[in-house]
């Protein structure tokens, strides 16, 4: 009788290390504030009252739109209220009476993926997606992938920034994203 409860402690106790020492299986997403505009991004621009003028717009290698009448806006690292706000006023100076301007996201700018990948490349951006479907974007792990883990560079203000992260780390537009190799 008393090696059977020997027997059960010894069995007991590894598997008790093993509930302590688990990883956590989602990830909370990292809140930044709202989406700024950068180099890349099309913008669907509406301007009540103006058909000519609502349409996309590409936000250029200057970070600005080339809006006609009124010329180039600046709008990198801004949100969309703030270009909205910014082209209602140039086209309030002379050009319109009370404009009424809405700016929306059309298209993301791309992220790019690379290292153990079918596919490397530039990707479009979906709004919410993960580095789990970033790698999926790109035809899915190479044999010797790591999967666990992948390198994200990410821009910050005028620095790059990276980190290893896992596979259900959110990523953002214009993020290159870095497959590594597993060691075996």
Do not use: H
Request: charged share 15%; proline share 5%.
């Amino acid at each position: 009788m008393r090696w059977l409860y020997l027997l059960i402690i010894f069995l007991f106790v590894p598997l008790s290390g093993c509930a302590i020492n688990q990883i956590p299986e989602t990830y909370r997403v990292q809140t930044q504030g709202p989406y700024t505009l950068d180099t890349g991004d099309v913008l669907r621009v509406s301007v009540y009252g103006d058909a000519e003028l609502s349409t996309v717009y590409q936000v250029d290698d200057n970070g600005a739109i080339s809006f006609p009448l009124v010329g180039p806006i600046q709008v990198r690292g801004q949100t969309t209220q703030v270009a909205a706000a910014r082209i209602t006023a140039a086209l309030a100076s002379g050009f319109m009476r009370n404009p009424n301007v809405a700016v929306e996201i059309a298209t993301y700018r791309p992220f790019f993926i690379q290292g153990e990948v079918s596919n490397s490349g530039q990707f479009p951006y979906v709004y919410g997606m993960s580095a789990r479907a970033a790698i999926s974007t790109a035809g899915g792990f190479s044999d010797t992938a790591n999967r666990e883990r992948v390198l994200v560079y990410r821009a910050q203000g005028s620095q790059m920034t990276k980190g290893t992260v896992g596979l259900d780390f959110p990523i953002q537009p214009g993020d290159t994203i870095v497959v590594m190799d597993r060691w075996i």
